[in-house]
């Protein structure tokens, strides 16, 4: 069962914030995070193993809430080019292919 | 050094065609992963190698659908007797453990 993301679509001016959730109904080994130009391939962001740490660089950074099978991804001051789709993708324990939700489309205006 | 590639970019294919898909991972990557992406979707797993083995290809929608990496590195998708729900971006990822996806081959059957 795919994990559930929200919100669906997201507008900002440059320079706001942004939250974007992941939940799953499944126990999570790790989350992973990509965003998705239009036309290109989904590009690796970070990883988050179960254990509740919080990763970040620059100005995107991240939580996984293992107890709530949840993960959220944070987009600090956010710049033009962090336009795209954002996809949460869920390993649970039994595998390795990733399950990825159905994702957040993430429009900066300037 | 080179990331993911994949070949050919984009397949026009009749309804009832073979189409084989190619994918050259980033060198020394011991898993390889095969996602079929539709518009507006995220991606959604086939089929999983580690080496030339095959450990999974428990997403692989039917039996026309058939994926092969004989000496552990690059991988073949093949779909026989193409049918126009078969239209999709397919997309490989490599992997030692965060997975890197090349830019996907967009095969339209009409």
């Known amino acids: 069962q795919q994990p559930v993301q929200s919100p669906q679509a997201v507008i900002l001016r440059e320079g706001e914030d942004a939250v974007i959730n992941c939940s799953s109904s499944k126990a999570l080994y790790s989350v992973h995070w990509y965003r998705q130009k239009h036309g290109e391939a989904p590009v690796f962001l970070m990883i988050?193993?179960?254990?509740?740490e919080q990763k970040g660089h620059e100005k995107i950074s991240a939580s996984f809430n293992e107890k709530k099978q949840q993960s959220s991804l944070y987009l600090t001051a956010s710049q033009l080019s962090y336009s795209g789709t954002y996809f949460c993708?869920?390993?649970?324990?039994?595998?390795?292919?990733?399950?990825f939700g159905g994702g957040t489309r993430l429009m900066v205006k300037p | 050094g080179a990331g993911v590639s994949q070949s050919p970019r984009y397949k026009v294919a009749k309804r009832g065609q073979d189409v084989a898909l190619r994918c050259d991972p980033i060198s020394g990557h011991v898993s390889l992963f095969w996602y079929q992406q539709a518009l507006g979707q995220g991606p959604e797993f086939l089929t999983y190698?580690?080496?030339?083995?095959?450990?999974?290809k428990s997403g692989l929608p039917s039996d026309r659908f058939f994926a092969e990496r004989p000496e552990g590195s690059v991988s073949t998708l093949k779909i026989q007797r193409t049918q126009q729900e078969d239209s999709a971006v397919y997309l490989c990822?490599?992997?030692?453990?965060?997975?890197?996806f090349g830019p996907g081959t967009r095969l339209t059957v009409t």
């Open positions: 990822a490599s992997s030692n453990y965060e997975q890197y």
């Open positions: 993708g869920t390993v649970n324990n039994a595998g390795n292919m990733l399950t």
């Open positions: 988050l193993l179960k254990g509740g």
């Open positions: 190698f580690q080496n030339e083995a095959q450990l999974d």
